[in-house]
């Protein structure tokens, strides 16, 4: 029995887990240290940004799927290239994106919440 193949987005799952962990982290830490003065608690803030990483760890988890050599072996070479590209491309905004995570969480930790 053959392993069933993977979709032609799952190599944009690592990018796509990336941008949307990023924005959503973004958008509740903003909300969390401007407007919800009673969330400002940092362990919300670190449940938060827990839940983001592993979402972009997620991402990164499924993308591998995109380069196994069974999928692979079926594609021309110049699309096995653009493959190989995207969940790369993807794997580095994760990197990225993972340290702007940590950088938010860490205006959590310094700036008072509701100035």
Do not use: Y
Not at 47 to 71: F, Y
Request: some cysteine.
């Amino acid at each position: 029995m053959s392993a069933p193949k993977p979709s032609k987005w799952t190599p944009w799952a690592a990018l796509a887990a990336a941008l949307s962990a990023e924005a959503l982290h973004h958008q509740f830490l903003s909300d969390l240290l401007r407007f919800r003065c009673e969330w400002g608690r940092p362990a919300l803030g670190w449940a938060v940004t827990t839940l983001a990483l592993l979402w972009m760890a997620a991402g990164c988890l499924v993308s591998r799927t995109a380069l196994s050599e069974a999928t692979l072996a079926g594609l021309a070479p110049a699309a096995a290239r653009n493959r190989r590209f995207i969940v790369q491309l993807g794997w580095l905004a994760c990197a990225v994106l993972a340290i702007a995570v940590l950088w938010q969480m860490l205006a959590v930790l310094l700036l008072p919440s509701c100035p």
